[in-house]
């Protein structure tokens, strides 16, 4: 029956990504979930595999201010969290700077630049950060520190910059408490997520809501984990059930 095609369809299509996921969470892959910082409204997801000290990241991000470069961070040092959004701190109207944040999610750690030096010294490159919310991936080696905090779970990846006005570029009054020649606009922090060990908690399609926040911890990150590994395993059983029935109806 050609009825049941766009359901297997739509079934494979679901299903096939979360199948090709192994059942357990490989070892040096990470994931990090970022949520708004300052009422960004930015949503981001980080995928990294950590080899040694080789580094293989990828960010994903929506929300960011269009045509203006985003600093991006790995921070490390801190208490390895995330301020929360509501969170007020020393910048116009209460807006979260980057040191005020600083003993949460520690100082820059390496620098996800687009290309060239990725140490702390080039924290704020803007001409070697991505414009808006372009996609990012690099792959580049780390320093054992870290690759340490990576591995303890202790490394926080940040965006920065925030259009707090409105104006649709970087600017206002406060300066940046990183650099006295930006506008604070230009380094406050975006988005912020720590990175956890284990694949995308997210599901392609929506099939699962891990309900994280920006405080989202180890537990829940771990409970949202299992999660995934019995979807998996369900959305294998549902494949195989339906490959079973379309082969039926077609002989
Ligand atoms: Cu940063």
Redesign the pocket.
């Known amino acids: 029956m050609r009825k049941s095609i766009p359901a297997a369809a739509a079934l494979a299509l679901g299903a096939f990504p979360l199948a090709a996921l192994p059942a357990s969470a490989a070892d040096g892959t990470y994931t990090a979930n970022l949520t708004q910082l300052n009422d960004s409204g930015v949503t981001s997801t980080a995928m990294a595999t950590l080899d040694g000290n080789t580094l293989d990241i990828s960010i994903e991000s929506q929300g960011l201010l269009a045509g203006s470069p985003h600093?991006?961070?790995i921070?490390i040092g801190g208490m390895g969290q995330c301020p929360s959004n509501d969170d007020e701190g020393s910048g116009a109207d209460g807006a979260l700077q980057?040191s005020d944040a600083a003993d949460q999610y520690g100082m820059?750690g390496a620098s996800l630049t687009t290309e060239g030096d990725t140490s702390p010294d080039s924290?704020l490159a803007v001409d070697r950060f991505p414009v808006g919310d372009d996609s990012y991936q690099r792959s580049f080696e780390v320093s054992d520190d870290v690759a340490a905090a990576i591995e303890d779970g202790t490394a926080v990846v940040?965006l920065?910059g925030v259009d707090q006005n409105g104006s649709g570029e970087y600017d206002g009054e406060v300066m940046s408490d990183l650099d006295d020649s930006l506008p604070e606009e230009a380094t406050n922090?975006a988005a912020c997520g720590v990175l956890t060990a284990g694949q995308m908690t997210e599901m392609p399609g929506g099939g699962v809501e891990t309900g994280g926040g920006s405080t989202a911890g180890m537990e829940e990150a771990g409970l949202a984990a299992l999660g995934g590994t019995l979807l998996v395993g369900g959305a294998g059983l549902g494949l195989l059930a339906a490959r079973r029935r379309t082969a039926d109806e077609r002989s």
Do not use: L, T
Request: no cysteine.
């Open positions: 600093a991006q961070h921070h980057v820059i924290g940040v920065h922090p």
